[in-house]
């Protein structure tokens, strides 16, 4: 099938030929959420891969290359899905400590084809920043991604920090990323749990008109 042997070329790390295949499968209709759905599928593969020694960084490093290439591909496409109004403003980052950064960049892009004004924070982003950030913006929502169990308490410092600044009722906040959880969200006391990009719009559209 057409979609495994994407996720194998990105497995593989063949940017070239991984972007022109998701080019192909795009304008033959394929949804690329459901190509987004697959890859990090495969990017979790990658990492099991690598827990057990069967590919070392550069591997990795190679196929998130050729992930983040694909996305590339795919940035028209997510266009067409678009709406007009602003439903909601969301400073988004990688918490600190953390410079796994495609899981946030899809979330971005679809956050923002979907009505949302979206600050970038990039990676590596101290809780303060996220904080200071978020009222600079007049945000609604702050969005912070972990992909490490060794960064994960970083989404907690996050509401801790805005508890101790009697400001923790202006802000949603919205966690993601591979180890994170509905079970550590509720133990942070995080808003909102997100398990993947596809879900965020419709996710946090909700949580504003609660
Ligand atoms: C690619 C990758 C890298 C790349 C990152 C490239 C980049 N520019 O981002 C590189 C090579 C740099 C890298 C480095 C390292 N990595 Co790494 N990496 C990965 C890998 C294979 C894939 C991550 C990825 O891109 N997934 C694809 C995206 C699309 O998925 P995602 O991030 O989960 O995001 C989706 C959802 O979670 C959600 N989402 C994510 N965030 C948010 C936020 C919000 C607000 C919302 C709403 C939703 C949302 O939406 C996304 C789309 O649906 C993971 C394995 C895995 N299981 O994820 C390991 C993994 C995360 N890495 C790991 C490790 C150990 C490392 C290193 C320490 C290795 C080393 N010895 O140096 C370093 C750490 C560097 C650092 N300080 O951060 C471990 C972490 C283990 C742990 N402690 O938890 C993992 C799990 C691999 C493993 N099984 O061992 N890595």
């Not at 678009?82 to 971005?108: A, F, M, R, S, T």
């Not at 990323?177 to 006391?189: E, H, K, V, Y």
Request: a negative charge; hydrophobic letters at 45%; glycine letters at 10%.
């Amino acid at each position: 099938m057409a979609l495994e042997e994407l996720s194998k070329l990105v497995e593989d790390g063949e940017t070239e030929d991984a972007q022109e295949l998701a080019g192909k499968l795009l304008k033959d209709g394929a949804d690329p959420l459901e190509m987004i759905a697959e890859m990090t599928r495969t990017m979790a593969r990658v990492g099991d891969l690598f827990s057990k020694l069967e590919i070392f960084l550069p591997e990795i490093m190679l196929a998130g290359e050729a992930l983040s290439g694909v996305v590339a591909v795919m940035t028209p496409y997510l266009d067409a899905v678009g709406g007009q109004e602003v439903k909601g403003k969301i400073v988004i980052g990688v918490v600190k400590g953390d410079l796994h950064e495609i899981g946030k960049n899809i979330v971005k892009l679809i956050l923002e084809t979907n009505g949302f004004e979206v600050k970038d924070l990039g990676y590596n982003v101290d809780p303060l920043t996220f904080i200071k950030e978020a009222e600079a913006m007049g945000a609604d929502f702050i969005g912070a991604s972990s992909l490490m169990t060794t960064t994960m308490p970083r989404q907690k410092e996050i509401i801790e920090i805005l508890k101790s600044k009697g400001i923790r009722d202006q802000y949603k906040v919205v966690i993601g990323g591979a180890p994170t959880s509905q079970m550590w969200a509720d133990q942070i006391g995080a808003d909102l749990y997100c398990q993947e990009a596809k879900s965020a719009p419709e996710l946090l559209a909700n949580l504003m008109s609660s």
